[in-house]
């Protein structure tokens, strides 16, 4: 069991002056799981890249079952037998799983005997306890079977260590158990399995070996069982985490979004929405709690005036705004932290400063007779930089250079910087590492107490108890409930969104 | 990836992804693509049969050598510049204007009928009357496209296109059919009144449209970088996504951003027939409306950069004529411009990818 498949010893690299891997070393045993646990930003994703040919290494190497290598693509690392998920699926929509998989592929025939690929497929899916219908379209597929035709994709490449970044994040809690499950099962086969990851529960749950990386730094490396979960949290934040966080009551009772009846169909002209109704009051957070694809993302876009209702009303502080443009929304009050960041949140290749006024360029002190004054919004930038301590090269250097959870910082500075009386954000902390999900708290907290309405949609029973006020579980486009966090058990929320109870973090 | 992926497949040479551009590349790959063209240019004139070092000789003297020939390049550059300008502010939105074409000979056209049909007006008012018909005979045939893309989502790719094909024979009905010159054998139009004349540059052709090309330039640049609507034509472009959210008017933007781009290429057109020609003939425009798209791009939409590699190509359009009287075709110019774009376009790859050679081997 104590055979070194992968050392990485003394790997540096450096973006732009930034040190993202200051001398990491790490030892992974064949057929372990090995947790790589750390902050975002912490380096996991980088030394991963450099680990799959993606980044090439300022200095250090990579010995793989004992063999010195470099990489230059991840074809390269294939060959060698690590393969990699990413979190963000390569997987073509419109084709099946089957050719998903062998998509890429050199020795398979230029005639294709379909159904014996569906047939191999199939089986090798079914021995590592992968449940997944090799001639289903990836479109219809749920993201946890995107998920295990990614994993597939991996081993039907034969590839012995696998790594998987952040896979819970998008996950369902069962979805959660079975990925666990399949695994195990790998690890039993010999595969070897490095799971990226900053949620401690994980760790604690399915690593035999973890390494802790802390500011681009490797810091420890130890077996699970001789540590405890506060101990690990330690080492990996660098201090202590603060357990509670305080709470007041500021709700009152007059409502700052009230929705009655919406519908409305989702992308693919199937009703999402069906006669949802819901209130958010000023000063409260409500949380949406629910699996997602019941209706999260149109409620979203219909609240921010992208997606037409079918019927229903819409009122943003007693105004009637159904149906209304996204910009009269903006201008009720409306602030929205969306689902993808990457792809409705920010423009990658804009500045830190032109991110930040999306919304607020037109506003007298940011442009006057419609010319931008960059001198004030460089100034205001740089000070909201410092204030949401947002890591970046600079407020003129592309958002798409921040890791995760400083454009997330971004964007809440964004949307929170008009004062709005209801900030929507859905998923706000997904694939954010603990500090980062503690600045969101804090954000959201803070907002609340100034008043602001917030719809808070999010996965984490464990989140909403903390934070909401009220929590209203959604399932298939209606909302099937509302509980006040204590006095309804966790259980109960859990039965309804459909997943069982989870321990209760801090 | 997956044609990376091919490319490298089994190849000692292979593409990586730089994580970052370093400025200066920006610069060397136009100037060493040029080269490769040169190069390339010079293996086929050798083939022909010519040396290719006299022909580029003649090329550049042609173009630049004097004075004369400095000022035809000048006149060449100015319909390139203000359709290269019109059709970079529709590439910063995402719109694929190719139809800079059709609206400089829609733009020629509507100037036309103003200066046919209102012969007896006074100067100034005329030259007013003429630029205003101009600009809005461009944008009129950009306006068509961009109406059909909002209103109904057609492409407008196809349809500016399709419309460079509509203009161009909408213009010779009119020189063949009822603005024919009667006294003339040949399908062109009556003489323009003096009145319809752009200013010229005394003992040369370097009219008016020039100082339009500049201040157009300027204005530009600085509704790109410095002022809201330019933040929001670059934010659609950038993520359309993100503009929707933050309440901008797409919609509007398309059809402004498509006017003021057809409108450019409508005084280019405007600037062909009150400022060189006097008046409207067939075959105006040797593709300026195309060679304007390479433009664009070669320069990375900025305008005042639009300015110079205008005059560039004007070289080349000017310095082709200069070919002719030793025998070559002028299309050996026009094979040189497809094969700087291409090159320019291969070199990008270059600026987004690095080729790493392996010399011993190709294991990992």
Known sequence: MNELILEMRGITKSFFGVLANDNVNLMVNRGEIHALLGENGAGKTTLMNILTGLYKPDSGEIVISGKKVTFASPRDAIKSGIGMVHQNFRLVDSLTVSENVILGLNDIHRFLNIQEIHEAIGNFSKKYGLNIDPKAEIWQLSVGERQRVEILKMLYRKVGLLILDEPTAVLTPQEVVDLFSSLRNMAQEGKTVIIITHKLNEVMEIADRITVLRGGKSVATMLKKDITRQELARIMVGREIPKVLSRRCVMSEENVLELTGIKALNDRGMEALSGLSVCVRKGEILGIAGVAGNGQKELVEVIAGLRPTLAGSMKINGKNLTNCKPGDIINAGVAIVPEDRVGMGLAQNFNVIENLIVKTYRDSENSRRGFLNWKHLRKNAEKIVKDFDIKTAGVFSPVKLMSGGNQQKLLFARETSKKPSLLVAAYPCRGLDLGATHAVHQILLSQKEQGTGILLISEDLDELLNLADRIAVIYEGKITGIVVPGKASIEQIGLMMCGGGKECIS | ?364
Not at chain 2, 300 to 312: D, G, K, S, T, Y
Request: aromatic share 12%.
């Open chain 2, 1 to 364: 990836m997956y044609i990376l992926d091919k490319l490298n497949e089994g190849k000692c040479i292979r593409f990586e992804k730089r994580l970052s551009v370093p400025p200066v590349t920006y610069l060397i790959v136009p100037v060493v693509s040029v080269i490769l063209v040169l190069l390339l240019g010079g293996l086929f004139l050798a083939l022909l049969g010519y040396n290719p070092v006299e022909i580029y000789g003649i090329l550049l003297n042609g173009a630049f050598g004097n004075t004369y020939n400095f000022t035809e390049t000048i006149v060449h550059a100015i319909p390139l510049m203000l359709t290269g300008l019109g059709v970079s502010l529709a590439f910063k939105m995402g719109l694929w204007n190719i139809g800079a074409e059709g609206q400089l000979y829609f733009g020629a056209f509507m100037a036309t009928g103003v200066a046919l049909f209102f012969h007896d007006l006074p100067t100034p008012l005329m030259l007013t009357l003429v630029l205003t018909a101009g600009f809005l005979g461009g944008a009129l045939w950009g306006f068509v496209p961009a109406a059909l893309k909002v209103f109904i989502g057609v492409n407008e790719t196809l349809t500016t296109l399709l419309l460079n094909y509509v203009a161009i024979l909408w213009v010779d009905y009119f020189i063949f059919g009822p603005w024919k010159d009667p006294k003339g054998f040949l399908p062109y139009s009556k003489v323009f009144p003096q009145s319809a004349m752009l200013p010229v540059y005394p003992g040369t052709r370097i009219h008016a449209g020039l100082i339009l090309a500049i201040l157009a330039a300027i204005i530009l640049w600085i509704i790109i970088w410095k002022t809201t609507w330019g933040y929001e034509i670059r934010l659609i472009g950038e993520n359309t996504q993100v503009a929707r959210t933050a309440g901008i008017n797409i919609a509007k933007n398309m059809l402004l951003v498509m006017i003021i781009s057809g409108g450019l290429a409508g005084l280019a057109g405007m600037g062909e027939v009150c400022g060189i020609i006097g008046r409207l003939q067939h075959n105006i425009s040797p593709g300026y409306g195309y060679t304007a798209i390479i433009i664009a791009w070669l320069s990375r939409l900025n305008p005042l950069v639009i300015l110079l590699v205008a005059i560039i190509f004007g070289g080349l359009n000017n310095g082709g004529y200069a070919l002719q009287m030793v025998g070559l075709p002028e299309s050996i110019v026009t094979m040189l411009q497809g094969a700087i774009l291409l090159f320019v376009l291969g070199g990008d790859i270059l600026t987004q990818y690095r080729i790493k050679i392996h010399r011993r081997g190709c294991g990992v």
